[in-house]
């Protein structure tokens, strides 16, 4: 079955940097690749997906960029805020409705 | 408040105990999951449904029972848990059109087994 790797498990900055989040996946048929944020205590929400016909797909701060060949995807956010702060899990799915998560990346944006 | 709602939001519980978990997805999706988030397995998937079929298990104890009575609606049905399954319980659901579409997911079940 897929298997998800995410790096690094914890990640700080300094307000306005940018930050970027790796994620790995084992599934070569795999071809949806969310990413989700959880703030503490909140749920986890949809912050930006991309699907395997398209490399790369940006909105506004946040971009995902997908290497298929090399079956690893990544997150970046630029100009990085304190609200920037959660956790981010990554996650792939290879044609059902069944998504595998990453172990997630904390995040903290220092002001 | 997006259209997953749970409940209870926090449950306390003995092993010797029986209770369930309620979801209500009022979005109209045709798909529901429930997912166990730990600090070891931050989000692990339990089970699938896709227009009240069951279509995953991924090797969850029998403590642990699902019941999905409609699209709308699931439950998870919980007896003689371990102190181990103590964990945030989050469900989700999404179109099912049997294609990846984003999960919308629940506030989740806080669940302390003693």
């Known amino acids: 079955g897929e298997n998800v790797e995410q790096h690094p498990s914890t990640l700080s900055v300094q307000e306005g940097d940018s930050a970027v989040i790796k994620c790995t996946y084992s599934?070569?048929?795999?071809?949806?690749f969310p990413w989700y944020k959880q703030e503490l205590g909140k749920r986890p929400q949809l912050i930006i997906d991309i699907r395997s016909n398209v490399g790369e797909k940006k909105d506004q701060r946040i971009a995902v960029t997908l290497n298929k060949t090399a079956k690893h995807f990544s997150l970046h956010i630029t100009e990085t805020q304190p609200e920037d702060s959660a956790v981010y899990f990554c996650a792939a799915s290879g044609g059902s409705e069944k998504l595998v998560f990453g172990k997630g990346t904390k995040l903290t944006v220092n002001p | 408040e997006t259209g997953v709602t749970q409940t209870p939001r926090h449950l306390v519980m003995g092993m010797t105990n029986k209770k369930s978990l309620k979801c209500e997805q009022h979005?109209?999706?045709?798909?529901m999951y429930w997912y166990k988030q730990s600090a070891k397995k931050p989000l692990e998937l339990m089970f699938v449904?896709?227009?009240?079929?069951?279509?995953e298990n991924n090797s969850v104890p029998s403590r642990f029972s699902p019941e999905c009575p409609n699209s709308s609606h699931l439950f998870l049905h919980l007896h003689t848990l371990q102190p181990e399954d103590s964990a945030l319980y989050l469900c989700a659901s999404s179109r099912g059109t049997g294609s990846p579409y984003e999960q919308y997911f629940g506030p989740g079940t806080r669940l302390t087994v003693t």
């Open positions: 979005l109209g999706h045709n798909a």
């Open positions: 449904y896709n227009f009240k079929e069951q279509t």
């Open positions: 599934d070569s048929a795999s071809n949806y």
